[in-house]
């Protein structure tokens, strides 16, 4: 029997270091990863919106 083993995110140091900046800072966090991308305009202005919208984003993002 052979089981089909679903790929699990990858998550090393500098993702780490991203979810903690995205904690703090959620623009800085998706900023290091996408750099000025679509990505980052919508996490900014989550951000403005609402602190905690753009935090969820963030980590969404970072964890994709």
Same mark, same amino acid.
């Given at each position: /029997?052979?089981?089909?083993?679903?790929?699990?995110?990858?998550?090393? %140091? %500098?993702?780490?270091?991203?979810?903690? *900046?995205? !904690?703090? *800072?959620?623009?800085?966090?998706?900023? $290091?990863? =996408?750099? !000025?991308? /679509?990505?980052?305009? !919508?996490?900014? $202005?989550?951000?403005?919106?609402? =602190?905690?919208?753009?935090?969820?984003?963030? !980590? =969404?993002? *970072?964890? $994709?």
């Amino acid at each position: /029997m052979s089981q089909k083993e679903t790929p699990k995110p990858k998550v090393d %140091a %500098a993702t780490i270091v991203q979810i903690i *900046l995205a !904690i703090f *800072l959620p623009p800085l966090g998706v900023f $290091l990863r =996408y750099a !000025i991308g /679509m990505e980052f305009w !919508i996490c900014l $202005l989550l951000t403005i919106l609402g =602190y905690l919208p753009g935090i969820i984003y963030a !980590i =969404y993002v *970072l964890l $994709l």
